[in-house]
Antibody, heavy 120, light 108 residues
């Protein structure tokens, strides 16, 4: 079965760090684009970061310089290292597979999400 | 522009047709994708590319794009279609993605 399972969320103080994990099964994370999307409580979807199959990475301006996306091929897992966290980073964080191609992006597989709360 | 604009809320009578729109300059260059999200659930892909439905998505869902506007059309709206709908596309740089603000669909 093709699925994604996120973990690593929790309550963290402002300025702290967390590493989110997204374990994939049924496909190889290195063969597809993988992305992180977040959703603050009661708000809409907010794109965070993407890692291409070739390894290139891109970030939303709001997290650039603080967050780092990476992957471990042996563990078939994608990570989001989040440093210098702010209250506005509080959200449900989802990872998703992106079937990027000539027909554009398509996040076809989503995890169940992991909650990050940044509060003193 | 890196923004995608959606109407915050739309309503439709049961069995009728509704169109949800998404506007943004980047849509002239990049295909949109559309996501349905119900309360407490992860988003679900319902449409992408020119008008491609993933396996398992009802053919009541269809899409179109003209100029800077993309549309998601639901024909014969059902109660289970009540949800938030989000469009997504690339921004003008081509490397960043962006979501519209979302449209809350109410089926009356």
């Amino acid at each position: 079965e093709v699925q994604l399972v996120e973990s690593g969320g929790g309550l963290i103080q402002p300025g702290g760090s967390l590493r989110l994990s997204c374990a994939a099964s049924g496909f190889a994370v290195y063969s597809d684009y993988m992305t992180w999307v977040r959703q603050a409580p009661g708000k809409g979807l907010d794109w965070v970061s993407i890692i291409y199959s070739g390894g290139s990475t891109y970030y939303a301006d709001s997290v650039k310089g603080r967050f780092t996306i990476s992957r471990d091929i042996s563990r078939n897992t994608v990570y989001l290292q989040m440093n210098n966290l702010r209250a506005e980073d509080t959200a449900m964080y989802y990872c998703a597979r992106d079937l990027a191609g000539t027909r554009g992006d398509a996040f076809d597989i989503w995890g169940q999400g992991t909650v990050v709360t940044v509060s003193a | 522009s890196s923004e995608l604009t959606q109407d915050p809320a739309v309503s439709v009578a049961l069995g009728q047709t509704v169109r949800i729109t998404c506007q943004g300059d980047s849509l002239r260059s990049y295909f949109p994708s559309w996501y349905q999200q119900k309360p407490g659930q992860a988003p679900m892909l319902v449409l992408y590319g020119e008008n491609i439905r993933p396996s398992g998505i009802s053919d009541r869902f269809s899409g179109s794009r003209s100029g800077n506007t993309a549309s998601l059309t639901i024909t014969g709206s059902q109660a289970e279609d009540e949800a938030d709908y989000y469009c997504n596309s690339r921004d003008s740089s081509g490397h960043h993605l962006v979501f519209g603000g979302g449209t809350k669909l109410t089926v009356l």
